[in-house]
T-cell receptor, first 114, second 116 residues
Framework: NAGVMQNPRHLVRRRGQEARLRCSPM?????VYWYRQLPEEGLKFMVY????????ESGMPKERFSAEFPKEGPSILRIQQVVRGDSAAYFC????????????FGSGTQLSVL | DQQVKQNSPSLSVQEGRISILNCDYT??????FLWYKKYPAEGPTFLIS?????DKNEDGRFTVFLNKSAKHLSLHIVPSQPGDSAVYFC???????????????FGKGTKLSVKP
């Protein structure tokens, strides 16, 4: 009964490098959400995806950030040219259907930018 | 501008007593509220929820109360156990029944410590 799987758990990047965060939703779930938690803050919504479609990206920074959820494979959150301010915990969540208030979260990826 | 506020960063309670965690919100369009529990190095885990048409929802030791006129909700845990020690996040959503989905607005969390 695998839950939402995120990898890597920890990712260290130098300024200017690219970060790729992966998320495999729970089995049977076709909706994926990415959230970011900055230190001492609550989780902030970034993007909601279904297979091959971005449904809501209202929380995504306008530049350097992109997300995809291909037909096959995990969802990817990509951050280009990382800066120190990108250091945060990035959580992926999945749900089995729309209008589902119960999101199942992964353990997160802690991104550290040196 | 924070739409969901948890004004107590931490709370310490004796085992067996009641824990009361509070949450205030500003957006009157929120119609669904949730509490998540988070242990260190883990993702948040759904605990309990309440829709705006109710004022109380109970699940075992956990009860959530909603006061819409005050835009306030609270989570009661009774009796509190050491295993309840975690960070508790209040979250809200707007238009859950027909609107946006999955866009939860989270508070900053309250760290609960239950002492044996």
């Amino acid at each position: 009964n695998a839950g939402v799987m995120q990898n890597p758990r920890h990712l260290v990047r130098r300024r200017g490098q690219e970060a790729r965060l992966r998320c495999s939703p729970m089995k049977g779930h076709s909706h994926v959400y990415w959230y970011r938690q900055l230190p001492e803050e609550g989780l902030k919504f970034m993007v909601y995806l279904q297979k091959e479609n971005i449904i809501d990206e209202s929380g995504m920074p306008k530049e350097r950030f992109s997300a995809e959820f291909p037909k096959e494979g995990p969802s990817i959150l990509r951050i280009q040219q990382v800066v120190r301010g990108d250091s945060a915990a990035y959580f992926c969540a999945s749900s089995p259907e729309t209008h589902s208030e119960k999101l199942f979260f992964g353990s997160g990826t802690q991104l550290s930018v040196l | 501008d924070q739409q969901v506020k948890q004004n107590s960063p931490s709370l310490s309670v004796q085992e067996g007593r009641i824990s009361i965690l509070n949450c205030d919100y500003t957006n009157s369009m929120f119609d669904y509220f949730l509490w998540y529990k988070k242990y260190p190095a883990e993702g948040p885990t759904f605990l309990i929820s309440i829709s705006s048409i109710k004022d109380k929802n109970e699940d075992g030791r956990f009860t959530v109360f909603l006061n819409k006129s005050a835009k306030h909700l609270s989570l009661h845990i009774v009796p509190s156990q050491p295993g309840d020690s975690a960070v508790y996040f209040c979250a809200a959503s707007e238009g859950n029944y027909g609107g946006s989905q999955g866009n939860l607005i989270f508070g900053k969390g309250t760290k609960l410590s239950v002492k044996p």
